[in-house]
């Protein structure tokens, strides 16, 4: 189990940059581009990414207890 938590951690680690960096790419984008439909999907799979990352951070606790 303490094999399976490391990964998750690492994982977590990972996706937690991967989103910062999308999220610093949308806001230095212009606001027509974030506006556009485009700039919409870049921002939705942002925001899934992140709602995985925090059901990934729920399951680390739920296995960890």
């Known amino acids: 189990m303490k094999k399976l938590l490391e990964k998750m951690e ?9 989103i910062s960096a999308r ?3 949308f806001a230095n984008r212009s606001d027509n581009w974030q ?3 485009k700039g919409e999907s870049f921002q939705e799979l942002t925001e899934r990414l992140q709602e ?5 951070i729920d399951w680390q606790s739920e296995l960890g207890e």
Do not use: N
Request: negative net charge.
């Open 35 to 37: 506006e556009s439909e």
């Open 52 to 56: 995985m990352m925090d059901e990934l």
């Open 10 to 18: 690492s994982l977590t680690v990972d996706m937690e940059i991967k």
């Open 23 to 25: 999220e610093e790419k």
